[in-house]
């Protein structure tokens, strides 16, 4: 991961106010930061709490544990301890400023980071969780119907498709000849999960 401007690889401070590496969006922000040093990208992470080893080339600060000592989320809340870890990367951008070229940041621990990186000129990039499938076949299934477009036949591969056709953004691939050749669609929506 090059700069088009000097080809110095790009460095990137990754905030996230979890616990990197735990289970479910803590997995996925691990994965990223792996993703992103092995592309080659000079990574800083502040995080609340590291649970597995990142690449040697990473650096990692904990925002909310030092050493074996941390400060559990659950005695000061999950709100506070986000607050606080985007407080504590927040009054780091300054001195960072000129030693990094973007930000990631993730949601619920991001605001003075988001707003400290841009007083810097820094730019920020916020991390979109993804929606709950049923929620995503819902919101798609009314924007199929605003637009008289008929939904496949709902299976596995179907609910697969639909959450597909959510994140990819379902105006940007419907034609206009789409629209007129089908009929609007009459599904009651997926089978409910047991």
């Not at 499938?133 to 299976?155: K, M, N, Q």
Request: include cysteine; hydrophobic fraction near 35%.
């Amino acid at each position: 991961m090059q700069t088009p401007k000097d080809n110095m690889p790009v460095r990137a401070l990754y905030s996230f106010p979890n616990k990197l590496g735990a289970q479910r969006i803590c997995y996925t922000a691990w994965q990223q930061v792996k993703g992103l040093a092995a592309a080659g990208a000079q990574v800083l992470v502040y995080t609340g709490g590291l649970l597995r080893p990142v690449p040697e080339s990473v650096e990692v600060r904990t925002t909310l544990a030092r050493g074996k000592l941390r400060i559990p989320y659950k005695l000061i809340g999950n709100q506070r301890a986000m607050a606080l870890h985007d407080a504590i990367v927040a009054s780091q951008i300054e001195r960072l400023s000129g030693k990094i070229d973007i930000v990631h940041v993730w949601p619920q621990g991001a605001l003075r980071t988001i707003e400290a990186a841009k007083r810097f000129g820094i730019p920020t990039v916020l991390e979109r969780c993804n929606t709950h499938t049923r929620y995503a076949y819902e919101v798609v299934r009314d924007e199929c119907h605003r637009l008289g477009v008929a939904l496949p036949p709902i299976s596995s591969r179907g609910r697969s498709w639909i959450a597909d056709l959510s994140c990819a953004g379902w105006r940007g691939i419907c034609t206009a000849s789409t629209r007129r050749s089908t009929t609007p669609a009459t599904s009651s929506g997926p089978p409910k999960r047991g």
